[in-house]
């Protein structure tokens, strides 16, 4: 089993729409919680970090939950702008120093008019 | 600052040459990694780096060696170079805060052909 997996869609979905992405890990020592976005061909970059208590950007939210080990991603109001392939990272702890930080298999979405 | 910086940006590599991809990042960070992306299978972790002189295997290190003899440099070897390794490899950087790693900056990659 992967140490972090999620659902790798493809979403298809009308602008407006509101579309949920989930990640799940298999480290109940992970520490630290990311969802990245990458446009085609390009670098991955942090489109927010996942804190305990939920947070919230805009029409982004993220959420964990710690006792099912697992983070999601909420998008409403999709924009045409908003297709891209979204990544969750984890930071897993062991091995060493403060562990490692890995990345599920990506969810790609894709925004129509 | 330049952040994180990758050379070559595109490689061709004949099969059983040995090369070395480049990673340097001016932001004094402890952590680094790299990364290889294929069609389909996200981003996985080669070899990461706590801090100079620490080094530790991800998730996929077979094929690759790395050192990390500096804070800046993060250098990835290939030694001997198979049409499996054919892929687009990402450097990132990274630092601690709380007892974690936060978010990482990434490279522009590299992409390599093995024929």
């Known amino acids: 089993r992967k140490e972090v997996e999620q659902d790798p869609g493809p979403f298809n979905v009308p602008e407006g729409a509101t579309v949920a992405f989930n990640c799940t890990y298999s480290n109940s020592a992970s520490q630290s919680f990311f969802w990245y976005r990458q446009d085609c061909r390009k670098e991955p970059k942090l489109l927010m970090s996942?804190?305990?208590s939920g947070n919230e950007d805009g029409r982004f939210t993220a959420q964990l939950n710690r006792a099912s080990q697992y983070i999601s991603l909420l998008i409403r109001d999709s924009k045409l702008s908003d297709s891209a392939t979204y990544l969750c990272v984890v930071n897993e702890a062991g091995g060493t120093s403060y562990g490692k930080l890995t990345f599920g298999q990506g969810t790609i979405l894709t925004v129509h008019p | 600052n330049a952040g994180v910086t990758q050379t070559p940006k595109f490689q061709v590599l004949k099969t059983g040459q040995s090369m070395t991809l480049q990673c340097a990042q001016d932001m004094n960070h402890e952590y680094m990694s790299w990364y290889r992306q294929d069609p389909g299978m996200g981003l996985r972790l080669i070899h990461y780096?706590?801090?100079?002189?620490?080094?530790d295997q991800g998730e996929v290190p077979n094929g690759y060696n790395v050192s990390r003899s500096t804070t800046e440099d993060f250098p990835l070897r290939l030694l001997s170079a198979a049409p499996s390794q054919t892929s687009v490899y990402f450097c990132a950087s990274s630092y601690s805060i709380a007892g974690a790693w936060d978010e990482q900056y990434f490279g522009p990659g590299t992409r390599l052909t093995v024929t």
């Open positions: 996942v804190y305990s």
């Open positions: 780096s706590v801090g100079a002189g620490i080094t």
